[in-house]
């Protein structure tokens, strides 16, 4: 029988591959079921010769198609409940507020190699023009000089560079790449950089929120804070020094702020913004949580070893976090005394071709009339954005009604892979993408169990498990389990733990209720002080009055019915 701790299980090797920035290669890796992340991290970094390996991290897929970040800290295999095909992408996790004071020139180009990905799926949302710069970098970078001869009529637009590009952008990007003329790509990359860095939008997972009034708003977190964007606009930047504490509650999102309106007065103040669902305010907490302790943090040795998040109405009862790593100042001291080689940059040309099936140029849109992105490919962060003079990178028109349609993001994981299918149809069966490739991003939800089964051993029967002994054999020895029990007895048991949860379920939502009513509607001064907190102060406002006032006038309702 296979076990964890077993010997068949510590000498199993499970294959997992990396997908890195550029799409053109593919790192393959052999790990045991006991591997934690930082050590597939630790792999990947040292065959792309890296050593701040700290900025980036390692995303995966799980079965209901929603994108997760590899804890280094935690069991590889445990984070990878029924996920088919063992493959993840390398990403970068935290954006550099300054790309220049980064070591080595090599860690530079994986952040180009990222805005550029960014700025391609619509994260990295800027006006047409700062668009078009961009673009023509990018141009530079990869075809070299400006050639009349070789870059006759629309060039661009056999090319993939922007979300959306219509012929106005285009037709900028060719102005510009025309005046970059003997450039080196070292040097086209410090402009894109020094360009991408200053955007509002720059290292930004939008995440769908709304505010207390209802508005649909975007909130990003990056290295300078909490940002809020309404429409087209950036409405709110929330700094790291103004955020005295981040909690959520249930759907709500709340931010402690302390504002020093002098060096004797602060002012304090609490908002909250509403995910659509539970696990998504999840998610958003500990995002910025870990931007937050990552750039403001001296030490990681300051860190608490464990944060807690959460309340009674939270999505599990309640959350715990645990810092990993180290901290930005921590890597950029100790890495300043290090001396080594400047490793040499190998890059390679990455640009897309548009599909043959669609359309080379969008209808062009007048130049001042306001664009934006309209629909974008689903996935569950990358949200794109409006600039404040309404212009978009897309070509159609974007209005508030629109606003929840724009909720849909990128799913370039699942894009990339279903290129790869195609252009390697042989490998079907080691790399398979489902139909539903792509996500909402407000219906976020937590691993589940819909694929395959999972041997007791914690590894899919899907998965590609060998013994060491066995590596460079194809024969897999046969493993014995104990009878299952009988269909009925599983039956009966589930029946009578259903009930046994349903009626806990039950006296504990009562118990909540009469709880709620006793703080709210009586005036004990024991109680004053736990009405006073900002977050039962904010749950009054958006829970418990609304309902209130809804059965108070189904009651009056039944009464004049009665009467």
């Not at 949302?125 to 673009?135: I, K, R, S, T, V």
């Not at 994981?413 to 069966?429: F, G, K, V």
């Amino acid at each position: 029988m296979l076990k964890f701790g077993s010997k068949n299980d510590v000498n199993s090797v499970i294959k997992v591959s990396v997908r890195l920035l550029d799409d053109s290669e593919m790192v393959e890796c052999d790990i045991q079921p006991h591997c934690k992340g930082k050590y597939l991290l630790d792999h990947v970094c040292n065959q792309l010769n890296l050593i701040e390996v700290d900025y980036f991290g390692l995303r995966f897929t799980d079965s209901h198609k929603i994108r997760h970040w590899l804890d280094p800290s935690k069991n590889i295999m445990k984070q990878l409940k029924d996920v088919d095909p063992l493959q993840f992408s390398f990403r970068v996790k935290f954006y550099p507020p300054d790309p220049f004071k980064l070591k080595e020139d090599i860690t530079r180009y994986q952040i180009y190699l990222q805005l550029k990905r960014d700025l391609l799926h619509g994260r990295l949302y800027c006006d047409p023009n700062a668009a078009a710069q961009l673009g023509a970098y990018i141009l530079q970078e990869e075809l070299g000089d400006f050639n009349p001869e070789e870059h006759v009529g629309n060039y661009v637009s056999e090319l993939k560079i922007l979300l959306k590009q219509t012929t106005y952008i285009e037709e900028k990007m060719i102005e510009f790449h025309s005046k970059l003329v003997e450039q080196t790509p070292e040097q086209v990359e410090t402009a894109f950089l020094r360009k991408a860095a200053c955007l509002d939008t720059y290292g930004v997972d939008p995440q769908p929120v709304k505010d207390h009034a209802g508005n649909q708003m975007y909130l990003g977190i990056n290295h300078t804070g909490i940002l809020t964007f309404l429409g087209n606009r950036r409405t709110t930047r929330y700094l790291w020094k103004q955020v005295q504490n981040i909690n959520y509650e249930g759907k709500m999102f709340i931010v402690h702020l302390v504002f020093y309106e002098d060096p004797r007065t602060k002012r304090k103040e609490t908002v909250g913004f509403k995910c659509d669902s539970g696990l998504a305010c999840r998610l958003v907490w500990r995002a910025a949580l870990e931007q937050k302790l990552f750039f403001t943090c001296v030490s990681s040795s300051q860190i608490p070893p464990v944060l807690s998040g959460g309340g009674l109405f939270s999505w599990g009862g309640g959350a715990k976090f645990k810092y990993q790593g180290r901290v930005q100042l921590e890597i950029m001291e100790d890495l300043s005394a290090l001396k080594r080689e400047e490793p040499r940059v190998t890059r390679t040309h990455s640009l897309r071709r548009k599909p043959a099936s669609v359309p080379a140029t969008p209808s062009t849109p007048v130049p001042n009339e306001s664009s934006g992105y309209s629909s974008l490919p689903r996935s569950n962060y990358s949200t794109d954005f409006r600039s404040p003079d309404g212009l978009g990178v897309g070509g159609s028109h974007y209005s508030g009604s629109e606003c929840t349609n724009t909720l849909e993001t990128v799913a370039e994981d699942a894009e990339s892979a279903r290129q790869r299918l195609q252009d390697h149809p042989d490998n079907s069966s080691e790399y398979t993408v489902r139909d539903s490739s792509c996500e909402q991003l407000n219906s976020i939800s937590y691993i589940g169990s819909t694929s395959g089964a999972v041997l007791p051993g914690g590894v899919g029967s899907s998965r590609r498990s060998t013994p060491i002994n066995n590596i460079h054999t194809s024969t897999v020895s046969s493993v014995s389990y104990p009878p299952l029990p009988s269909h009925s007895s599983i039956t009966s048991r589930s029946l009578v733990l259903s009930r046994i949860f349903l009626n806990a379920l039950l006296l504990a939502t009562l118990l909540v209720l009469v709880a709620t009513v006793l703080v709210f509607e009586t005036d004990l001064n024991l109680l004053s002080p736990v009405k006073r907190t900002p977050e039962m102060m904010l749950l009054r406002r958006e829970f418990y009055e609304p309902c209130k006032k809804y059965v108070r006038s189904k009651l009056t309702a039944l009464y004049q019915g009665l009467g």
